[in-house]
C-alpha cells in the first residue's frame, strides 16, 4: 500500500470511528441561569433558558413542559448544555416515577458518550430511587443504602477526592433522599474542583480535587421514567485560567 492510498484510509477510518458533533442537534429548553451579580442587584430576574443538546439520547427521551422536564429513560444516555460551566450553584428538582430507578446530573462534562456505557467523563451527582439497592441485590445481598443518597464520584476517567469515601465515591453523611412519586430537592455548589451537595435542606456530602473543573451539564437517562424541575443556574466568578482542567470545547 503506498503512502497515499494509506492516508486516505486512515482518513475514512477516522470519519467512521469519530462520533459526528453535527448529531448533538439542538432538543429543547429547561432552566435558567443567571450570573451572581444579577441575582443578588435583580433577584426577580428570571434570568436566561438554559438550551440542551443531544448526545446520544433521542428526541422523544425527554418532554419539556415549562419548568418541568419529563425522562424517558431510554435510550440510556445524556444531553448536554449548550454552554459549559465552571463556578456555579445549582437548584435542581427530581423525582422517580419507577421504584428502583437510575438518573443524575453530570458537571464539569466532556459530553462524549463512552461507546459501552453510553455516559460521558464528569462528576456525577447521582439520582437513584430508593428501592434501587433491593432491586439490584448480590446474591441475595442488599447493595450497600449510601448508593441512593446522593453519592458523587468521577465517571468515564474524572478523578477526584472523596471528603466521605465509600471507595472512590463520596457518599451523604446522612440518608435523606425520598422515595419514589416523591419529590427530592439538590443544591449543588461547584468551585473550583471541588463540589457539594444539600439533600432536600441541608449539606450532607463533598468531594474535591476534581481533574476537571469546566465542562458542560450533562441529564442522564438511564432506563426508568423519572422528572425533573425547576433547575436553576447561579454562575459565580470564574477561577485562574488552567487549561488542564477544562474538557475540550464542542
Known amino acids: 500500500m503506498n503512502k497515499y492510498a494509506y ?10 470511528i469519530t462520533p459526528s458533533l453535527h448529531a448533538q442537534k439542538k432538543l429543547f429548553q429547561f ?10 442587584i435583580n433577584p426577580k430576574s428570571k434570568g436566561k433558558a438554559i438550551t440542551w443538546y443531544d448526545v446520544n439520547t433521542s ?3 425527554w418532554k419539556a413542559m415549562g419548568n418541568l422536564l419529563k425522562n424517558s429513560g431510554n435510550p440510556i444516555g ?3 448544555s449548550e454552554k459549559m460551566y465552571e463556578n456555579f450553584i445549582m ?5 422517580h416515577l419507577e421504584k428502583g430507578g437510575n438518573s443524575g446530573i453530570f458537571v464539569w462534562c466532556d459530553a462524549k458518550a463512552d461507546p459501552k456505557t453510553r455516559l460521558p467523563m464528569g462528576m456525577e451527582v447521582q439520582m437513584l430511587e430508593l428501592d434501587w439497592v433491593n432491586i439490584n441485590a448480590v446474591n441475595g445481598v442488599q447493595q450497600p443504602i449510601a448508593y441512593v443518597h446522593g453519592e458523587m464520584f468521577g465517571a468515564g476517567g474524572m478523578t477526584a477526592s472523596p471528603d466521605n469515601p465509600r471507595g472512590s465515591r463520596s457518599k451523604s453523611l446522612e440518608n435523606r433522599c425520598l422515595g419514589v412519586g416523591e419529590w427530592n430537592k439538590y443544591t449543588v455548589v461547584c468551585i473550583d474542583g471541588t463540589v457539594k451537595l444539600a439533600v432536600n435542606g441541608k449539606f450532607v456530602n463533598s468531594i474535591r480535587l476534581a481533574s476537571k473543573r469546566k465542562g458542560y451539564l450533562c441529564l442522564e437517562a438511564e432506563g426508568a421514567k423519572m422528572e ?4 436553576q443556574i447561579i454562575e459565580l466568578e470564574p477561577g485562574i485560567e488552567r487549561p488542564e482542567f477544562v474538557v475540550d470545547a464542542l
Do not use: A, P, Q, Y
Request: glycine share 2%; charged share 25%.
Open 7 to 16: 492516508l486516505i484510509l486512515s482518513i475514512l477510518t477516522f470519519i467512521l
Open 31 to 40: 432552566g435558567m441561569e443567571k450570573n451572581f451579580d444579577e441575582s443578588i
Open 59 to 61: 428526541d422523544t427521551t
Open 78 to 80: 445524556v444531553v448536554r
Open 91 to 95: 437548584h435542581v428538582e427530581w423525582r
Open 228 to 231: 425533573f424541575r425547576n433547575l
